[in-house]
């Protein structure tokens, strides 16, 4: 079974804090990864690729760990739009089975 | 107009009634997903084609038939529902990069 894991959360931190997500994944022959976000009732919608070399979106950066099998998501300088729920995307082999995790909680107060 | 369309978006239902979700994209791609998801549960594969002839189960197939009609539409058929397929679903597309694009959702409630 190929599992991907997250931290369900809540992460609740006030506003202008630095959040961190992390993510394992059990299979190594992982291909591709990203970090959706989703917000309540909506569809999810891609947040970032995650790339070996790491990257980075304004406050946004993503990172991968091969050889622990796990990605990141840091989160600087938190606003009240970040609230939502973080969900890790892990696709296997070079056909793409994109597999979840459950999502990881973001709640973000003034 | 969006990229990924589901009907019908809300569908409240009876135990044992047949129940069809469609699913249409126009962003032409081969790979087509159908997802539901529960509170606590994140997203689940129910199935996936890669192309018109090509239908695979996911990690939750029983239960669920798909049809792709075309390269753009892709169907998900419940037979019989029971009250523990009453979740959202999702369909999504995804190309050469693997990125997901997704439909609103389609919330199904099955009495």
């Known amino acids: ?110 | 107009d969006a990229d990924v369309t589901q009907t019908p978006r809300n569908r409240i239902t009876k135990t044992g009634k047949r129940i069809m979700l469609e699913c249409s994209q126009t962003k032409g791609h081969d790979r087509m997903y159908w997802y539901r998801q529960d509170p606590g549960l994140g997203l689940r594969l129910i199935y996936y084609s890669f192309d018109v002839k090509d239908i695979n189960k996911g990690e939750i197939s029983d239960g669920y038939s798909v049809s792709r009609q075309a390269q753009a539409k892709f169907s998900l058929s419940l037979e019989s529902a029971i009250p523990n397929q009453t979740a959202l679903y999702f369909c999504a597309t995804s190309g050469s990069t693997g990125e997901l694009f997704f439909g609103e959702g389609s919330r199904l409630t099955v009495l």
């Open chain 1, 1 to 110: 079974r190929k599992e991907v894991e997250q931290d369900p959360g809540p992460f609740n931190v006030p506003e202008g804090a630095t959040v961190a997500f992390n993510c394992t994944y059990s299979n190594s022959a992982s291909q591709s990864f990203f970090w959706y976000r989703q917000d309540c009732r909506k569809e999810p919608k891609l947040l970032m690729s995650v790339y070996s070399s790491g990257n980075e979106d304004g406050r946004f950066t993503a990172q991968l760990n091969r050889a622990s099998q796990y990605i990141s998501l840091l989160i600087r300088d938190s606003k009240l739009s970040d609230s939502a729920t973080y969900l890790c995307v892990v696709n296997w082999g070079g056909s793409y089975i994109p597999t979840f995790g459950r999502g990881t909680s973001l709640i973000v107060h003034p």
